[in-house]
């Protein structure tokens, strides 16, 4: 059920669906425990991970600015950071969320597994395989040509997709959920801090 974040002070606040997409996909992971899935059930999967990854950044990223803004001037500032490469939203939002005195431990597991499921998911929304050369050759005036099966769907499994459930579970305990509760950052195993000059 959508809930809104209230800021008591001003009684205005922001809508927020984050606690759906984490249920959606806490029902669906029940479901694919219980029956045998064709493989599109782990595609899908993978894609709403990575979809709750990006809302639950979006989602602290605008909490950070409308808190530091209060005027409709956020939204402006929330919008260029939504707008970025997803992959450059994950690294960038420790630092920007800690003022820059944290930043994401990439040796972390949980932090290595959401590198892996941002590129999972770019490999299938952004794929390329049409720059893919085709050898072709011509066979008693016949053109014939060989290229490589489809990879289409094939790169994500149940384990995989419990896997990364799991991982996105433990970021938002021990990042995303601080944050939306109005907690300053702190360190812990997910983070490392940025050593400055």
Same mark, same amino acid.
Request: glycine share 2%; net charge positive.
């Given at each position: 059920?959508?809930?809104?974040?209230?800021?008591?002070?001003?009684?205005?606040?922001?809508?927020?669906?984050?606690?759906?997409?984490?249920?959606?996909?806490?029902?669906?992971?029940?479901?694919?425990?219980?029956?045998?899935?064709?493989?599109?059930?782990?595609?899908?999967?993978?894609?709403?991970?990575?979809?709750?990854?990006?809302?639950?950044?979006?989602?602290?990223?605008?909490?950070?600015?409308?808190?530091?803004?209060?005027?409709?001037?956020?939204?402006?500032?929330?919008?260029?950071?939504?707008?970025?490469?997803?992959?450059?939203?994950?690294?960038?939002?420790? $630092?920007? *969320?800690?003022?820059?005195? !944290?930043?994401?431990?990439?040796?972390? %597991?949980? +932090?290595?597994?959401?590198?892996? /499921? &941002?590129?999972?998911?770019?490999?299938?929304?952004?794929?390329?395989?049409?720059?893919?050369?085709?050898?072709?050759?011509?066979?008693?005036?016949?053109?014939?040509?060989?290229?490589?099966?489809?990879?289409?769907?094939?790169?994500?499994?149940?384990?995989?997709?419990?896997?990364?459930?799991?991982?996105? $579970?433990? *970021?938002?305990?021990?990042? !995303?959920?601080?944050?939306?509760?109005? %907690?300053? +950052?702190?360190?812990?195993?997910? /983070? &490392?801090?940025?050593?400055?000059?």
């Amino acid at each position: 059920m959508p809930k809104f974040i209230i800021d008591v002070k001003t009684n205005k606040g922001l809508f927020s669906e984050l606690d759906d997409y984490y249920k959606f996909l806490e029902d669906m992971s029940l479901d694919m425990q219980e029956i045998k899935c064709p493989q599109y059930t782990f595609l899908s999967f993978v894609l709403f991970c990575a979809a709750t990854l990006e809302y639950s950044i979006n989602q602290c990223i605008t909490v950070k600015f409308y808190n530091l803004i209060h005027e409709d001037v956020y939204k402006d500032v929330a919008e260029r950071f939504v707008y970025l490469p997803m992959s450059k939203k994950f690294n960038l939002i420790p $630092k920007i *969320l800690s003022s820059n005195k !944290f930043q994401f431990d990439n040796k972390h %597991k949980v +932090i290595k597994d959401m590198i892996k /499921l &941002v590129d999972t998911r770019n490999s299938f929304i952004h794929n390329k395989n049409y720059f893919q050369d085709l050898k072709i050759e011509k066979v008693d005036s016949e053109w014939n040509k060989f290229s490589t099966p489809s990879t289409i769907g094939k790169t994500s499994n149940k384990e995989m997709c419990f896997h990364f459930f799991d991982s996105l $579970k433990k *970021l938002k305990k021990g990042f !995303f959920d601080p944050i939306l509760d109005g %907690k300053e +950052i702190q360190a812990n195993d997910l /983070l &490392v801090s940025i050593i400055s000059n």
